[in-house]
């Protein structure tokens, strides 16, 4: 076939030249070096329609972010050789037929690139990114992305949308549960985690995905929480809370990074070049950059272009290489070029990344490589993967609150009842963003609950009332089984939609009529368990105030039921820690643990200060905070010294035991806090921390260094530094409790 002789036309041509490439004088080792004369080779060939071609991808289905149905006309441009990326197109079959007619029926055959957004799982569903979060196990976090990878490429899939790196200190913003919560620390180690989860050491590794850093950048600071919407900050504001974890994602060798919707300090950031220039410049990231959803041909609607011509050229000179279903460049770009207006060679310039990145995952050398459907059937929801996600699950679950040892019950309960609108839901646990994943290949936390229990338990269900819903008839049976009942599962919280992308609320509050069945089975006086499902913080002041216990479970995924199960009957002691606070009603938002203090800090005794006349300034649950069935000292903080110069190393050890009757997980926190800068630095920031396991009566000393560098931050100047002066180091379970030593860097 004509397509077919033109792709073993390139790949002679390619390995002609690989083998006469010598040169003495460059500097890249020589794989690299062959890399690229392979992707020049590629690019001599191409004419100017065929590289804008390359810039462009295109959807192939309905998705959230924006509506293309299957039969949009996009046949024609893949034809024509006008695609060189298609997103939302998944399985094997699909991809391999596309492929198919790229390689046979364009002049040159180049491979597609199919990319999707797979971020927590694509048929196995992990929970959501903020909970996974919660367990602070990088291992973890890294395995669950790695599974993904599996399975994505195992479904043709060669490029993820993820990780999301923002960070997000207001939880009104839906798409918090996509990330890593409030601390920059903490998401540039999650960061960096989920990156090689996805690239592993080698992208051209058939189980490998590339992976893409987003949103680029300050996505997380919307205004109002509402999704999309501006933000503004200093640049101090942006390099020392944004930026760190995307910085992490370039060290860690992330293949793309994703331009973020909204506008920062009046540019867009697809129009942005400030970005661009601390990317490439400063981080030296030499991969492609993509837009977001149209946000290319967005840049009219912000007030920046006039027309699709002046918003091509703006995202060119901000450094997008790719065109994501807005098909502003294959419009405009060439009569661009030929007016002179852009240079061919910044054309070139991208398409190189584009295609580099193509060699990179083996695509020239097998198209077809992606497309096994053994491999595909073998590979998705399978056993190993399923355990995996339950063993997630389980360490993303943080117990909040557990007055009088209520939990864990016991398998042999009597009379359990199971109350709630999400307590038989397998749709809702999944959350959103789930990749491929069913509700029916879910379990539902009543399912796992009866395969836990003993089987003389006597289990009642209701679900009161729907999530959102004002319907109250409910109520009546609801009530009338918790009478009955030893203890009671109050399972309630939000469904998948409410959070996400283009899901932001007002209110942090339970939705709908649900805090009113909280009120009315607490009203009855029998043990109660709020369960929470949720993909953001809420505000849950008058139930943490009447509840005895309290879980937070997020959406968990897949093995949601049986890993609830497992922590309600105590067969694993929760030791999830929240990474992002959670406020006692909504309008103490943002409420965050790295805050600065103000020339008046809030006291209650006094009028003129920083403070709330009717709402604590203190979160509900400060960052780092879960408790656990056991309990854990802290004693004997000790520092090697006092003072330290700019080349030393400071030595803080911490001894912590297990005085309670359970095994154990703790996760110990350091934070450190400059007293006196050049500028106003934050309370406390953490800088390290530890998961231990402790059975009853074993103490353990946990010792972290600080070195100077875990002190530096951008000074008066702008430039990133260690001032000399005193510290607190602090070290405790939380960021709200903690044992406290001071020290002093001298030059």
């Given at each position: 076939?004509?397509?077919?002789?033109?792709?073993?036309?390139?790949?002679?041509?390619?390995?002609?030249?690989?083998?006469?490439?010598?040169?003495?004088?460059?500097?890249?080792?020589?794989?690299?070096?062959?890399?690229?004369?392979?992707?020049?080779?590629?690019?001599?060939?191409?004419?100017?329609?065929?590289?804008?071609?390359?810039?462009?991808?295109?959807?192939?289905?309905?998705?959230?972010?924006?509506?293309?149905?299957?039969?949009?006309?996009?046949?024609?441009?893949?034809?024509?050789?006008?695609?060189?990326?298609?997103?939302?197109?998944?399985?094997?079959?699909?991809?391999?037929?596309?492929?198919?007619?790229?390689?046979?029926?364009?002049?040159?055959?180049?491979?597609?690139?199919?990319?999707?957004?797979?971020?927590?799982?694509?048929?196995?569903?992990?929970?959501?990114?903020?909970?996974?979060?919660?367990?602070?196990?990088?291992?973890?976090?890294?395995?669950?992305?790695?599974?993904?990878?599996?399975?994505?490429?195992?479904?043709?899939?060669?490029?993820?949308?993820?990780?999301?790196?923002?960070?997000?200190?207001?939880?009104?913003?839906?798409?918090?549960?996509?990330?890593?919560?409030?601390?920059?620390?903490?998401?540039?180690?999650?960061?960096?985690?989920?990156?090689?989860?996805?690239?592993?050491?080698?992208?051209?590794?058939?189980?490998?995905?590339?992976?893409?850093?987003?949103?680029?950048?300050?996505?997380?600071?919307?205004?109002?929480?509402?999704?999309?919407?501006?933000?503004?900050?200093?640049?101090?504001?942006?390099?020392?809370?944004?930026?760190?974890?995307?910085?992490?994602?370039?060290?860690?060798?992330?293949?793309?990074?994703?331009?973020?919707?909204?506008?920062?300090?009046?540019?867009?950031?697809?129009?942005?070049?400030?970005?661009?220039?601390?990317?490439?410049?400063?981080?030296?990231?030499?991969?492609?950059?993509?837009?977001?959803?149209?946000?290319?041909?967005?840049?009219?609607?912000?007030?920046?272009?006039?027309?699709?011509?002046?918003?091509?050229?703006?995202?060119?000179?901000?450094?997008?290489?790719?065109?994501?279903?807005?098909?502003?460049?294959?419009?405009?770009?060439?009569e661009l070029v030929e007016n002179k207006i852009i240079p061919e060679k910044k054309i070139d310039e991208s398409v190189r990344k584009i295609l580099r990145l193509k060699f990179q995952l083996g695509l020239f050398d097998d198209p077809y490589r992606y497309c096994n459907e053994k491999r595909e059937q073998e590979l998705l929801l399978n056993h190993e993967y399923r355990l995996a996600a339950r063993k997630a699950a389980r360490e993303s679950i943080v117990l909040l609150k557990n007055e009088g040892h209520l939990l864990p019950l016991d398998k042999n309960i009597r009379r359990l009842a199971i109350i709630g609108p999400l307590a038989d839901n397998?749709?809702?646990?999944?959350?959103?963003?789930?990749?491929?994943?069913?509700?029916?290949?879910?379990?539902?936390?009543?399912?796992?609950?009866?395969?836990?229990?003993?089987?003389?338990?006597?289990?009642?269900?209701?679900?009161?009332?729907?999530?959102?819903?004002?319907?109250?008839?409910?109520?009546?049976?609801?009530?009338?089984?918790?009478?009955?009942?030893?203890?009671?599962?109050?399972?309630?919280?939000?469904?998948?939609?409410?959070?996400?992308?283009?899901?932001?609320?007002?209110?942090?509050?339970?939705?709908?009529?649900?805090?009113?069945?909280?009120?009315?089975?607490?009203?009855?006086?029998?043990?109660?368990?709020?369960?929470?499902?949720?993909?953001?913080?809420?505000?849950?002041?008058?139930?943490?105030?009447?509840?005895?216990?309290?879980?937070?479970?997020?959406?968990?995924?897949?093995?949601?039921?049986?890993?609830?199960?497992?922590?309600?009957?105590?067969?694993?002691?929760?030791?999830?820690?929240?990474?992002?606070?959670?406020?006692?009603?909504?309008?103490?938002?943002?409420v965050y643990y790295n805050h600065k203090n103000t020339g008046r800090p809030g006291t209650n005794d006094y009028r003129f200060n920083s403070k709330y006349l009717d709402n604590p300034v203190e979160p509900l649950y400060p960052f780092g905070y879960g408790l656990s069935y056991t309990s854990f000292s802290y004693s004997n903080l000790r520092l090697s010294t006092d003072t330290i110069s700019m080349k030393d190393t400071l030595e803080v050890r911490v001894t912590i035991k297990n005085t309670g009757k359970y095994s154990g997980e703790e996760i110990v926190q350091l934070y450190v806090r400059d007293l006196f800068g050049s500028v106003t630095r934050?309370?406390?920031?953490?800088?390290?921390?530890?998961?231990?396991?402790?059975?009853?009566?074993?103490?353990?000393?946990?010792?972290?260094?600080?070195?100077?560098?875990?002190?530096?931050?951008?000074?008066?100047?702008?430039?990133?530094?260690?001032?000399?002066?005193?510290?607190?180091?602090?070290?405790?379970?939380?960021?709200?409790?903690?044992?406290?030593?001071?020290?002093?860097?001298?030059?």
């Open positions: 076939m004509k397509g077919d002789k033109h792709f073993i036309f390139i790949i002679a041509l390619i390995a002609l030249i690989s083998g006469a490439c010598r040169n003495k004088n460059i500097q890249q080792n020589q794989e690299d070096y062959i890399l690229e004369r392979k992707v020049d080779s590629v690019l001599a060939l191409m004419t100017l329609e065929e590289k804008i071609g390359q810039m462009s991808q295109l959807s192939g289905r309905w998705e959230f972010t924006g509506p293309v149905s299957d039969d949009h006309p996009y046949m024609d441009d893949v034809k024509n050789g006008r695609v060189g990326s298609m997103l939302n197109i998944t399985g094997v079959k699909q991809t391999r037929e596309l492929q198919r007619i790229t390689l046979s029926e364009t002049r040159l055959g180049i491979p597609l690139l199919f990319g999707y957004d797979i971020i927590h799982g694509y048929k196995t569903i992990f929970p959501v990114p903020l909970a996974e979060a919660c367990s602070w196990d990088l291992d973890l976090i890294e395995n669950s992305a790695r599974i993904a990878a599996e399975e994505g490429t195992a479904a043709g899939i060669h490029w993820t949308f993820a990780p999301m790196v923002d960070i997000a200190r207001d939880p009104r913003w839906g798409r918090i549960m996509e990330g890593a919560g409030e601390d920059p620390y903490l998401g540039a180690l999650v960061a960096r985690a989920r990156v090689r989860g996805y690239q592993g050491d080698d992208l051209s590794n058939i189980n490998t995905l590339a992976a893409c850093a987003k949103h680029y950048a300050a996505y997380g600071a919307a205004e109002g929480g509402r999704d999309y919407n501006t933000t503004d900050m200093s640049e101090r504001t942006l390099r020392e809370i944004y930026l760190p974890p995307f910085k992490s994602a370039t060290e860690e060798g992330v293949a793309t990074f994703m331009k973020s919707f909204n506008e920062l300090n009046g540019i867009p950031a697809s129009a942005n070049r400030m970005l661009d220039y601390i990317l490439r410049e400063e981080w030296g990231f030499k991969g492609m950059v993509v837009s977001d959803w149209n946000s290319v041909g967005e840049l009219i609607p912000h007030g920046i272009a006039r027309n699709k011509k002046e918003a091509a050229i703006l995202a060119m000179r901000a450094g997008i290489d790719m065109d994501m279903q807005g098909n502003v460049y294959n419009e405009v770009l060439q397998r749709y809702d646990i999944l959350g959103e963003w789930r990749g491929r994943g069913e509700a029916k290949d879910a379990v539902s936390l009543l399912e796992g609950i009866k395969l836990k229990v003993d089987a003389r338990t006597k289990i009642a269900y209701s679900e009161g009332c729907s999530i959102s819903g004002e319907d109250r008839s409910g109520f009546k049976q609801a009530i009338s089984i918790a009478r009955k009942a030893d203890a009671i599962l109050l399972v309630v919280g939000e469904s998948a939609n409410m959070a996400g992308e283009g899901h932001s609320r007002s209110s942090l509050d339970l939705p709908g009529i649900q805090h009113e069945l909280v009120k009315e089975i607490y009203n009855i006086g029998k043990p109660v368990i709020m369960i929470l499902m949720n993909g953001r913080p809420l505000a849950i002041h008058w139930e943490n105030e009447h509840l005895p216990a309290i879980l937070e479970t997020w959406q968990l995924g897949t093995e949601a039921g049986n890993a609830i199960a497992d922590v309600i009957f105590g067969d694993y002691n929760p030791s999830g820690k929240l990474v992002v606070s959670f406020p006692h009603v909504t309008g103490q938002i943002p934050p309370v406390k920031e953490l800088k390290d921390f530890r998961k231990i396991h402790l059975d009853p009566d074993e103490e353990q000393d946990i010792i972290f260094r600080i070195h100077t560098d875990m002190l530096k931050f951008y000074d008066i100047h702008m430039h990133r530094k260690a001032e000399p002066g005193h510290f607190h180091v602090m070290t405790g379970p939380n960021s709200a409790e903690y044992l406290q030593q001071e020290f002093i860097l001298i030059h």
